[in-house]
Structure formats: structure tokens, C-alpha cells
């Protein structure tokens, strides 16, 4: 009897169901990590931790800024820092959660922090300043996270879903800010 599931253009959808079943039993506490995982692990854990300290150094800019804004409208402007916080926290807590699927440690030593993330932590003097060193510290993100998900491809779909995710609600900071920007030249 043959186990195969439904084929597309005359191939087989899936493994042979036994053979699933026993390769599924293989090395079982490697948890979410199968025999069909094609990427390197440990690059990608090195990679996802890196996103992990450019979102730390984010969150912290965003709150500072959210904190230190001031002027005629520095309410409005504080309140999108602080979303864009909040957010980012969002995102640091999808990347530790996936870094340890894959059987890695999510690195939050503030130790290092500065030089393991991406973009940096630059406070700004005036509120258009901090509009603008956000606005520079989402395009590297964008840039970055476009790099990643490049570099993945189709060989771990759950990361790279994860990071398209993450990179369109960059993409949307960065159309904040820039908004923001303009109406505070």
C-alpha cells in the first residue's frame, strides 16, 4: 500500500507517511528542529540575535525619546515613540521566542548590547533630531531584516515569516517618521 498523500503534477505531496512518522521520532529533543530543516541553525540563531540587540537598542532610543520629547507638538510625537517602543518590544520578544525553537539562548547581556545591534543609539538634541535618528535606525532595520529574510529563503519558512513580519511593521515606522519629520521641519 502506498502512503503518499494527494500529488501536485504527478509528485508526491509529502513523504511517505511511515518514513514521516519515523524521521519524526528521530532526535526528538531537538523539539521544533526536524530532519527537514535546511538552514544553518547556528547562523541564523547568530543573525536572530543580532536582530534581538538592534530591537533592545530601538525600544531603549524610542523610550528616551518618548521621555525627552518637548515642544508645541511633542505630545503627538511622544505618544507614536512610544507605540514605536512598544512595538519594537513586540518584536525582540518574537525573535528571543524563535531563537529558542531553534535551540539557541537569546542574548540580552546588556554587555556588548551597542556593538552586537544593527543601528545605534543616538538621543537627539530636539525633537526633529529624534524623529531623524529614528527614522535613519528603521531604514538600517529595513535594510538588515530585507537581508535576512534574503539570506533564508525557503530554507526555514517559519523565520523567514517571522522576519517579513517584522520588517512591513518597519516599513510602516519608517513611513511614520518620515511624515512626522516633514510636519516638524
Same mark, same amino acid.
Given at each position: =500500500?502506498?502512503?503518499?498523500?494527494? %500529488? ?10 511511515? @518514513? /514521516?512518522?519515523?524521521?519524526?521520532? @528521530? ?18 540563531? #547568530?543573525? @536572530?540575535?543580532?536582530?534581538? +540587540? ?7 532610543? !524610542? ?5 525627552? %520629547? ?7 510625537? +511622544? %505618544? ?9 518590544? +513586540? ?10 525553537? @531553534? ?10 548590547? %551597542? ?16 524623529? #531623524? ?7 538600517? +532595520?529595513?535594510?538588515? !531584516? ?15 515569516? =517571522? /522576519? ?16 512626522? /519629520?516633514?510636519?516638524?521641519?
Amino acid at each position: =500500500m502506498n502512503h503518499t498523500n494527494s %500529488a501536485v503534477d504527478g509528485k508526491p505531496f509529502l513523504s511517505d507517511i511511515k @518514513l /514521516l512518522r519515523d524521521r519524526a521520532r @528521530l532526535h526528538i529533543e531537538k523539539g521544533a528542529v526536524t530532519a527537514g530543516y535546511k538552514a544553518d541553525r547556528d547562523t541564523v540563531i #547568530k543573525v @536572530l540575535n543580532e536582530a534581538l +540587540a538592534t530591537e533592545i537598542v530601538c525600544v531603549l532610543r !524610542y523610550k528616551r525619546h518618548h521621555f525627552m %520629547a518637548k515642544g508645541i507638538q511633542a505630545k503627538g510625537v +511622544a %505618544a507614536e515613540f512610544a507605540q514605536h517602543a512598544a512595538e519594537e518590544q +513586540a518584536h525582540a520578544d518574537l525573535l528571543a521566542e524563535r531563537i529558542v525553537q @531553534l535551540g539557541g539562548a537569546p542574548d540580552f547581556s546588556p554587555e556588548g548590547l %551597542a556593538t552586537r545591534s544593527h543601528s545605534e543609539y543616538a538621543e537627539g538634541k530636539d525633537l526633529a533630531e529624534m524623529i #531623524k535618528e529614528d527614522l535613519i535606525a528603521e531604514r538600517i +532595520a529595513i535594510d538588515s !531584516y530585507g537581508e535576512m529574510i534574503r539570506y533564508i529563503g525557503n530554507d526555514d519558512p517559519t523565520t523567514r515569516v =517571522m /522576519l517579513e513580519g517584522i520588517l512591513a511593521k518597519e516599513e510602516e515606522h519608517a513611513d511614520d517618521l518620515s511624515s512626522l /519629520l516633514k510636519e516638524n521641519k
